[in-house]
């Protein structure tokens, strides 16, 4: 499946369209999800560092992003 951030449909001559990828908007989304990426990966470390029980952490981490996920509707 083709990320939406990356399609655009182009009009041939004849009058038919064709779906078209740019390189453009492929690298801008590869970017942004590398920082996207990035900063969750620096947050999660910070908090991590923070408490000396990383299991319990990382347990409560996760149950935390499970209740957002929740009330986010994802």
């Known amino acids: 499946m083709v990320n939406r951030h990356r399609m655009f449909w182009s ?3 004849d009058g038919s369209a ?10 801008k989304h590869m970017k942004a999800h590398e920082e996207r990426n990035k900063a969750i ?26 209740k957002v996920k929740k009330e986010r509707r994802l």
Do not use: H, V, W
């Open 41 to 66: 990966y620096n947050t999660i470390n910070q908090i991590m560092e923070q408490y000396p029980d990383k299991q319990q952490t990382f347990s409560e981490i996760c149950s935390a992003m499970r």
């Open 18 to 27: 064709e779906l078209g990828i740019t390189d453009m908007n492929i690298q």
């Open 11 to 13: 009009n041939m001559s």
